[in-house]
């Protein structure tokens, strides 16, 4: 999804995209034509395919990441405005990074732990 050249892309837009990239511009013209925009895009992703294979995670691995993170939250006492701030800027970090499928599931797991309760002190898995 490429951005408008006047206003770029709505709050409702970035929320649905899994990643964003800005393109670096000058400061005295700081918009591209949509071709332009796209062209640099393909050619950097074309550019880049030979680079190394690595897993990134699935949209729903990172909801899944937000989800006990959200618990992990609650458990802790986390509540009203300061526990949706740090919702969002999970959520904002996790769709900068290209958070990797062994990454997701080591976040996952970490969160997913804390939201039940589980006592790492005891030395448990």
Same mark, same amino acid.
């Given at each position: 999804m490429f951005g408008r050249e006047s206003t770029g892309l709505t709050r409702e837009e970035l929320e649905v995209c899994d990643l964003l990239i800005r393109i670096p511009t000058s400061e005295n013209y700081p918009s591209l034509n949509l071709s332009h925009a796209a062209a640099i895009i393909f050619y950097e992703l074309f550019k880049s395919?030979?680079?190394?294979?690595?897993?990134?995670?699935?949209? !729903? !691995?990172?909801?899944?990441? @937000?989800?006990?993170?959200?618990?992990? @939250?609650?458990?802790i006492g986390?509540?009203?405005?300061?526990?949706?701030?740090?919702?969002?800027?999970?959520?904002? @970090?996790?769709?900068?990074?290209? @958070?990797t499928k062994r990454e997701a599931h080591v976040l996952t797991?970490?969160?997913?732990?804390?939201?039940? $309760?589980?006592?790492?002190?005891? $030395? $448990?898995?």
């Open positions: 395919k030979s680079s190394r294979r690595v897993r990134l995670s699935t949209r !729903e !691995e990172r909801d899944r990441i @937000l989800k006990f993170f959200r618990s992990s @939250l609650e458990r986390y509540t009203g405005k300061k526990k949706e701030r740090a919702i969002r800027v999970m959520s904002q @970090l996790l769709g900068r990074s290209l @958070l797991g970490v969160f997913r732990r804390i939201a039940r $309760g589980d006592d790492f002190a005891s $030395g $448990g898995r």
